[in-house]
């Protein structure tokens, strides 16, 4: 099978939804699959277009935030032939117009995974931008939608929200958990005791690990504030607040921390990659993020391949199975959900921290290693190919 991705980016610094393609590409070259990518990054703009797993060929520089990039579609309807199917990764921004343009009607499918784009929480936090996406709505991405041969949504929250943002929706569902690598272990200690090395103020504390974007709908200044009301009864906490920040809010949130009192016992190592990553999670005792959305959360499965309780809130939307699986604790995204679900936590006996840490390594096991990932979403591909998209 030969398989095409295209994404607006490969750039690690973008999120998830990069690891994710990285990751899985990778996998699936490893079973046979022939996959090769199409982005909008310049050539020239960094070492992650080298060290990528799969052919890419960047067609930037685009412009920013539609990324619009002329030689798009002519490049799809040139290559087109040369694959069994395509996955067009995201929306909102050209890379999906130029798919329905090239491909639509044509022997060439294509699936969208949205990677939580549809949620109506933008809708609801964003009105003005939602106004504007309503504008072309109608004649872009309805479309992208409504011609692909199936909407791919990583879990059953993320599926049942997506029919809640536009009128008009429509689309072919399936869902597809995403998935990442397993963990390095740390059987000897040396990778959380390098990190632990790094940062010395972190000798001899209880680590609460937050590890992605510093943005506001991660719910970072909840979870300074929570952090704040706990450490008071426990001196021996630390919290570490990883991850690289886009808009300059970690300035906000390094004030917030000042004003509570507890600046000294945040640290900012800023975004974490490799060995210093895995360190940290191996170095946490938990891993919390009390997000306001959250389509899946690669870091949640990272840290639950790490044999590591998280502490998340009922917007990210791979909840449902951490709870099923006791692998976790879920509350509200609010200061009240954020501050219990901590309590709740350092309220557990030995026993039950030890039972949640081996529920954890089994969730991840269980739904989210990325074999497992490649091998489903083979399946829907081929499917695909017998079937009408109607019936998928």
């Known amino acids: 099978m030969n398989l095409l991705r295209i994404i607006p980016s490969i750039d690690p610094r973008g999120g998830g939804p990069m690891e994710v393609a990285r990751r899985t590409d990778g996998a699936l070259a490893a079973r046979g699959v022939h996959v090769e990518v199409v982005c909008l990054d310049s050539p020239n703009e960094g070492d992650f277009l080298l060290d990528y797993p799969v052919p890419v060929h960047p067609l930037g520089p685009s412009t920013r935030g539609y990324r619009y990039q ?21 929306l909102w921004q050209y890379h999906g117009l130029a798919a329905w343009r090239a491909l639509a009607g044509t022997d060439t499918p294509y699936f969208v995974f949205p990677h939580g784009m549809l949620d109506p929480w933008f809708k609801h936090t964003y009105p003005l931008k939602h106004l504007k996406k309503w504008l072309y709505w109608p004649w872009a991405e309805y479309r992208v939608l409504r011609g692909a041969r199936a909407v791919l949504f990583t879990c059953e929250e993320e599926k049942l929200l997506a029919r809640k943002s536009f009128w008009l929706y429509r689309a ?17 200690g040396m990778l959380a005791a390098s990190f632990r090395a790094r940062h010395p ?6 680590i609460v690990l937050f590890l992605s974007r510093i943005h506001e709908k991660k719910g970072c200044d909840l979870l300074v504030e929570a ?22 809010w970690a300035a906000e949130l390094k004030r ?37 959305q959250e389509n899946f959360g690669i870091v949640v499965a990272e840290a639950l391949g790490c044999g590591k309780p998280v502490l998340i ?27 219990d679900a901590m309590r709740t936590w350092l309220s557990m ?7 949640m840490s081996s529920a954890a390594r089994n969730c991840f096991d269980t739904r989210y290693r990325i074999e497992q990932v490649a ?18």
């Open 375 to 392: 091998k489903r979403l083979i399946e829907i591909l081929h499917i695909s190919k017998t079937m009408p998209a109607e019936k998928l």
């Open 201 to 206: 103020e972190l000798h001899g504390k209880r």
């Open 349 to 355: 006996s030995e026993a039950g921290l030890v039972s």
């Open 313 to 339: 809130s009922n917007k990210v939307n791979i909840w449902r199975e951490v709870e099923a699986d006791g692998a976790g604790i879920v509350r509200d995204d609010t200061l009240e959900g954020t501050e």
């Open 70 to 90: 002329p030689r798009l579609v002519p490049w799809l309807k040139e290559n087109r032939a040369r694959f069994d199917a395509v996955i067009v990764d995201g």
């Open 172 to 188: 072919n569902e399936e869902v597809i958990s995403l998935g990442t690598v397993s963990p390095p272990a740390d059987a000897d």
């Open 256 to 292: 917030q921390a000042q004003a509570l009192g507890i600046a000294g016992r945040i640290t900012w190592p800023g975004m974490l990659q490799g060995d210093e990553k895995w360190g940290a999670f191996h170095a946490a005792e938990v891993f919390c993020l009390p997000s306001h």
């Open 227 to 248: 952090f704040a009301r706990v450490a008071r009864d426990h001196p021996d906490l630390h919290l570490v607040m990883a991850g690289p920040d886009q808009t300059g």
